[in-house]
């Protein structure tokens, strides 16, 4: 019988490496952004999709008004009240209170960066209605980043299913049409140059009519990609110094994401968005328990964000 082999896998041990280095840590240094996922049920299943959101997982389910509204009381009691707030997914237009979140949010003056794939939850007539009444009353505060994973009909329908890309690019045009403010969301699964992907961009969002600057990272966001199964390697204390990048940088710094799980009496506060299932990084109930320096000890923490530099905040 061959002997087994019992030893510590990587990211294991929140501390130290499996090569017996000190990991490295962030200290969280006040809210930038605090995203609220509505649920992970979605309108379609995308190819790799890091949450899994699909039409049958419900994992975390929706959020209501009341859910949300102890988060800001607790960002405003903090002084953070001018802070980003965002939602994300799934699709958060599936959720039923979203109009309503979206409006409580806007009036206590915070700014919102509001994710949607732009197809049919979106453009009900009821969401639009309530989306036109939101732009006319709080405008520029409110951006519709809207994800497209490639510029091409193609390789976005590859990902997201046939007939995607012309449902999200009727939406797309609505929103400009409407004078909302606008960004993108693409994926860098295809390996392309970054510059050919903004080039490309920017053809589309001329055909569309967008406001968009395909050169700005705030405007078009491309992602790193991260899949189950990855051997990126752990980040070191001396990780820092070596990549020349700054523990004050990433997004777990200044992101929390609030979720509830189904089954869960209530919502609690994860790291990031990256890791809305890991009950590693769940911190509690309350932002106060989540103001906690988050040990790299995840795969993502080094492939999405340290080496990829991702950051889903605007």
């Given at each position: 019988?061959?002997?087994?082999?019992?030893?510590?896998?990587?990211?294991?041990?929140?501390?130290?490496?499996?090569?017996?280095?000190?990991r490295a840590s962030v200290a969280y240094t006040g809210t930038r952004t605090l995203w609220f996922n509505t649920g992970t049920l979605c309108n379609i299943q995308c190819v790799n999709c890091y949450i899994e959101s699909s039409p049958r997982n419900d994992r975390l389910v929706f959020l209501t008004l009341d859910d949300v509204k102890?988060?800001?009381?607790?960002?405003?009691?903090?002084?953070?009240?001018?802070?980003?707030?965002?939602?994300?997914?799934?699709?958060?237009?599936?959720a039923p209170q979203m109009i309503a979140i979206l409006d409580e949010t806007?009036?206590?003056?915070?700014?919102?960066?509001?994710?949607?794939?732009?197809?049919?939850p979106m453009m009900r007539p009821r969401l639009r209605g309530g989306l036109l009444a939101l732009t006319e009353r709080f405008g520029d505060r409110l951006t519709m980043r809207v994800s497209l994973d490639h510029f091409s009909a193609d390789l976005h329908d590859e990902a997201r299913g046939r007939g995607s890309f012309e449902k999200a690019a009727e939406g797309l045009a609505w929103l400009g049409e409407n004078g909302f403010n606008v960004a993108l969301a693409g994926r860098t699964i295809w390996g392309e140059d970054e510059d050919v992907s903004r080039a490309g961009y920017e053809a589309l969002i001329g055909t569309l009519g967008l406001g968009i600057d395909p050169s700005n990272p705030k405007q078009l966001v491309l992602f790193p990609e991260m899949k189950d199964g990855d051997e990126p390697p752990e980040i070191t204390v001396d990780c820092w110094g070596i990549l020349n990048v700054l523990p004050d940088d990433q997004m777990?710094?200044?992101?929390?994401?609030?979720?509830?799980?189904?089954?869960?009496?209530?919502?609690?506060?994860?790291a990031c968005t990256q890791l809305p299932y890991d009950?590693?990084?769940?911190?509690?109930?309350?932002?106060?328990?989540?103001?906690?320096d988050v040990q790299l000890n995840h795969p993502y923490c080094s492939s999405f964000c340290v080496l990829g530099g991702g950051s889903c905040s605007a």
């Open positions: 019988m061959a002997d087994t082999d019992y030893s510590p896998q990587k990211f294991s041990d929140p501390f130290i490496t499996l090569k017996g280095e000190i102890p988060y800001l009381d607790e960002l405003e009691a903090a002084g953070e009240g001018g802070c980003e707030i965002g939602f994300t997914g799934g699709e958060p237009f599936m806007l009036s206590r003056g915070f700014t919102v960066l509001m994710l949607t794939n732009a197809m049919r777990c710094a200044s992101q929390r994401m609030v979720v509830k799980r189904k089954g869960a009496e209530s919502a609690s506060v994860v009950e590693g990084f769940d911190f509690g109930r309350t932002l106060a328990e989540a103001r906690c």
